[in-house]
């Protein structure tokens, strides 16, 4: 149990353009969902938190006009990487909690964005 | 300023071997504390995890200690396998866990066979 998924696993695109990228629990229904960013050999950055039916709290530093989050079910979140860059390139994971008491925070596969 | 310091950054054991990560933190009010396991071009995976009312918990060859007073906590892995090789980081959050994760800055690991 506890799966999240996210798709794509790989998105290249031109730069200007915008990429969606989802996330879903499977087997269980998460009220919060989070989205982080990795840099190579780096720890996980938290971009957001992503709670149903509500608007994302961003973290210090981090364009809620670029990184678009919307968490209308559940089970799905998606962030939307709006006019892309070559520096927006990394490694985009999410995380779903439990709705709990353990609150466990399990994170799906995560997706490589790459603009050109 | 990083809440939850771990080290060392990279360890390398033989198989068989015991391999051992330190997390210090400084926020008190840090009730749950989890690990992570992450492969290369993965997401993290959640190893095991602790909250403060015990000292120790196992789960097959994972062990976590946790140190209130120190406010310390470390992972122990048992019998390493090459197959164990990873990047591991501990995190750290409020409120049983219904605050944000913090995490260490992560921790790689080589068993070599």
């Known amino acids: 149990g506890a799966v999240v998924s996210q798709h794509p696993s790989r998105v290249i695109c031109k730069s200007g353009t915008s990429v969606k990228i989802e996330c879903r629990s499977l087997?269980?229904?998460?009220?919060?969902m989070f989205w982080y960013r990795q840099f190579p050999k780096k720890s996980l950055m938290l971009m957001a938190t992503?709670?149903?039916?509500?608007?994302?709290?961003?973290e210090q530093g981090v364009e809620k006009d670029k990184f678009l989050i919307n968490h209308a079910s559940l089970t799905l979140s998606t962030l939307t990487v709006t006019s892309a860059h070559p520096e927006d390139s990394s490694f985009y994971i999410c995380s779903a909690r439990t709705n709990t008491a353990y609150n466990e925070q399990f994170f799906g596969p995560g997706t490589r964005l790459t603009v050109l | 300023q990083q809440q939850v310091k771990q080290s060392p950054q990279s360890l390398i054991v033989q198989k068989g071997g015991i391999s051992i990560i330190n997390c210090a933190y400084e926020?008190?009010?840090?009730?749950?504390f989890p690990w992570y396991q992450q492969f290369p071009g993965k997401g993290p995976a959640l190893l095991i995890a602790?909250?403060?009312?015990?000292s120790e918990k196992k789960e097959g060859r994972f062990t976590i200690s946790f140190n209130k007073s120190a406010k310390q906590f470390s992972l122990h892995i048992m019998d390493s396998q090459p197959g164990d090789s990873a990047t591991y980081f501990c995190?750290?959050?409020?409120?049983?866990?219904?605050?944000?994760?913090?995490f260490g800055k992560g921790m790689k690991l080589t068993v070599n066979p």
């Open positions: 602790i909250r403060p009312d015990v």
């Open positions: 087997d269980f229904q998460a009220t919060t």
């Open positions: 995190a750290a959050s409020s409120q049983g866990g219904s605050e944000k994760l913090v």
């Open positions: 992503s709670n149903e039916g509500s608007k994302a709290t961003y």
């Open positions: 926020n008190t009010a840090f009730d749950y």
